[in-house]
């Protein structure tokens, strides 16, 4: 298994590495400067010397000055350990101290002084300068004084390098056990500031340690670091889409358990019935109401899942075109034996066929629980009213126990009014509101005069009547179904 790198490591090392490579360029760059500006104060004071040499030999002599000679050194370059110069007129020596004349001179080019690093005879490095003066007219008595002439002189002084190297090495000394102690100062206290910079992160971490699926509403709390607000934003708005989906599963199973409870008993209760006192019923008759309550529980399932899904954004609603009028017969074949059993009064009222746009599985879910409210809930041998026109679909039963303050209430899930509720537990107009939310359709519940409308509409649909039904707009066939035990 791979070992991923901690936050905190990667920032220090990234800072040390950088810290260490910035002052590592920043001392080279000074030390480099340094010892530019040092070599170039040295070469400006030997040029200042070598002036001063041949302004000393321009000057005429008088009677408390000595006379310049090989033998003698002026004041100025006495303190020197090592020196050399010499003075050249028209090719001929004319100062020199000894052994200048074997070392390699620079030469002065376009009147300028020119510099150069020499070395002697022992091996010591010495910094030479040359530069050309013009002579002035000088009088002696000695026969190796020069004549008067106004030619170009060369003059060169070279002196001990050593002191200069010395010094720039100090200086360089100086500037490694800086940067040194600066790098080792960085590294023992950078791990110490940055986990003193990450304790937001550390008590970050603690936070979301606290939130669990015992307590999905806790939130991060947004005052933090700059730095920080946008992950906790982010974090809550996750969290805040994991309670709702929590909150949708827990609504899915709560729904499941209520909604499958009575077709359980009633299939646990057929099979102990048949186990206890056999009848003598054909066994695939048996088998085939056993079906028919496993598919409605399959269908139940599968449209309070789809149901879940759609509201949690996870798949879109899939329309298909939907024949109501077929749909809406095949409900009443399903509910038919509930009909004779109720001696429900059943009247159809249409208008052509009518094709709508909507998810087949939850259209069916809709219209089914609204069949099933009405045929369980309407009183035995009352009037059962259906139709279906352009983009509307209604259903109106008897309700003698419900008033116009129960309408708002349906609408919640489990709501039920009474202790006898029959097969249902009050998840079906819950369910038919959220279908009809979700297919942009609309759920009208009004209550008048006893009775109980309920009326689905939707835009997403398309009227076929026939030539006959052309005739009668605006007006509906009607036709009873009189349904009897």
């Known amino acids: ?238 969290l805040s889409r994991m309670e709702e989906g929590l909150m949708r599963e827990r609504q899915f199973a709560s729904g499941v358990a209520h909604e499958l409870r009575t077709p359980l008993a009633e299939l646990r209760t057929m099979i102990e019935v048949e186990l206890r006192y056999p009848s003598e019923r054909n066994p695939r008759t048996m088998l085939a109401d056993l079906g028919v309550i496993g598919i409605e529980m399959e269908r139940l399932v599968t449209a309070l899942l789809l149901l879940t899904r759609i509201e949690a954004g996870i798949e879109q609603v899939q329309y298909e075109s939907v024949d109501i009028d077929a749909l809406t017969h095949k409900l009443l074949d399903r509910y038919c034996g509930d009909i004779k059993k109720q001696h429900l009064d059943l009247s159809i009222y249409t208008q052509g066929t009518l094709i709508w746009q909507a998810d087949p599985t939850l259209l069916e879910v809709m219209l089914s629980n609204l069949v099933s409210n009405a045929v369980t809930y309407a009183p035995a041998g009352s009037r059962l009213t259906l139709g279906y026109q352009s983009g509307t679909w209604w259903l109106k039963n008897d309700a003698p126990d419900l008033d116009r303050n129960d309408v708002a209430l349906m609408h919640r899930r489990f709501w039920r009014k009474g202790q006898d509720a029959g097969v249902h537990t009050g998840l079906g107009l819950a369910l038919v509101t959220a279908a009809a939310s979700v297919q942009s359709m609309r759920l009208n519940l009004t209550f008048d005069n006893g009775q109980i409308h309920a009326a689905v509409s939707t835009d997403k649909s398309t009227s076929a009547p026939t030539p006959s039904d052309l005739e009668a707009i605006g007006s509906s066939s009607s036709k009873n179904l009189a349904i009897e035990s």
């Open 1 to 238: 298994m791979i070992r991923v790198m901690s936050i905190r490591l990667r920032i220090t090392l990234f800072l040390v590495v950088t810290i260490v490579l910035t002052l590592g360029a920043a001392t080279w760059l000074l030390d480099s400067r340094i010892d530019n500006e040092v070599a170039l104060q040295a070469d400006t004071n030997l040029l200042e010397r070598a002036q001063a040499l041949s302004d000393i030999f321009r000057m005429p002599p008088n009677g408390d000055q000595p006379t310049l000679g090989f033998d003698h050194v002026p004041e100025f370059l006495a303190d020197d350990k090592i020196i050399y110069f010499k003075i050249q007129c028209q090719g001929k020596y004319i100062l020199s101290s000894p052994a200048a004349a074997v070392l390699t001179w620079p030469t002065p080019t376009a009147g300028k002084p020119a510099f150069a690093n020499m070395s002697d005879s022992l091996g010591t490095k010495l910094r030479g300068v040359a530069m050309s003066f013009l002579p002035a007219s000088r009088a002696s008595g000695n026969d190796n004084a020069p004549a008067s002439s106004q030619s170009s002189c060369n003059l060169g002084l070279a002196v001990d390098f050593n002191a200069v190297r010395s010094f720039q090495r100090s200086m360089d000394r100086i500037d490694y056990w800086c940067i040194l102690i600066a790098i080792l100062i960085v590294v023992l206290l950078t791990p110490l500031l940055i986990r003193r910079g990450l304790q937001p992160l550390s008590r970050l971490a603690e936070a979301v340690q606290l939130i669990g699926p015992e307590s999905p509403e806790r939130r991060l709390d947004s005052h933090s670091a700059a730095e920080l607000r946008p992950l906790i934003m982010r974090f809550n708005e996750v």
